[in-house]
């Protein structure tokens, strides 16, 4: 059973930081391209960060290029995203996914929400 457990969300102010962190269990991880995507109030769900399997290959949306980095711990199965310079319009409901070839796998998500 695919599991993907996201943490690290919550209220920060402009300017500030957080690390997300999702844990995954129920498949081989190592092996498997791992994703966050977000989704902010009335909009659709977007790619922020992608990573290969191995890690040498990430991919980051243009808009957060540069603030935010993806990164993972095959030996702990873990994938985490430092999200720096957070912006109110970073606000959101973000989400863990697990890109396997039978499909996307999601977690429950984590809010982030920016605010003064």
């Known amino acids: 059973q695919v599991q993907l457990v996201e943490s690290g969300g919550g209220l920060v102010q402009p300017g500030g930081s957080l690390r997300l962190s999702c844990v995954a269990s129920?498949?081989?991880?190592?092996?498997?391209?791992m994703a966050w995507y977000r989704q902010a109030p009335g909009k659709e769900r977007e790619l922020v960060a992608r990573i290969s399997g191995i890690g040498v290959i990430t991919n980051v949306a243009n808009s957060m290029k540069g603030r935010f980095t993806i990164s993972r711990d095959n030996a702990k199965n873990t994938v985490s995203l430092q999200m720096n310079s957070l912006k109110v319009e970073d606000t959101a409901v973000y989400y863990c996914?697990?890109?396997?070839?039978?499909?996307?796998?999601w977690g429950q998500g984590t809010q982030v929400t920016v605010s003064s």
């Open positions: 129920g498949f081989l991880f190592s092996s498997t391209a």
């Open positions: 996914a697990a890109v396997r070839v039978v499909g996307v796998y």
